[in-house]
């Protein structure tokens, strides 16, 4: 169980590759799919990119999220160079 969030820089140095997190920050950025919605969320330390997929739990949120949304996102850390940064979480 997660209680406490995590900083993106920490996520982007490598240290939770496959562990799940919670971030908190703000929608910088959103693509959206017809089966998966890119989130790009930043903090004071950086930005990463979250992906949701459709019929998981978060989909409906995710759906009305807008720029600068203040989220709290919970997911899995995936390396990913395609990524910015390297990393993102799953959900």
């Known amino acids: 169980m997660v209680t406490s969030f995590t900083s ?3 996520i982007l140095e490598g240290r939770y590759v496959d562990e ?3 971030i908190r920050g703000w929608v910088y950025r959103k693509r ?3 089966n998966l919605i ?3 969320v930043r903090d004071v330390t950086g930005i990463i990119q979250c992906v949701v997929r459709r019929g998981g739990p978060a989909w ?3 759906e009305k999220v807008t720029i600068e949304s203040s989220v ?3 997911g899995t850390v995936k390396k990913d160079e ?3 940064g390297g990393h993102e979480i799953s959900t």
């Open 32 to 34: 959206e799919g017809k």
């Open 72 to 74: 709290a996102l919970t």
């Open 20 to 22: 799940e997190v919670e």
């Open 82 to 84: 395609r990524a910015p």
């Open 38 to 40: 890119f989130i790009v």
């Open 8 to 10: 993106i820089e920490d």
């Open 60 to 62: 409906a949120n995710a």
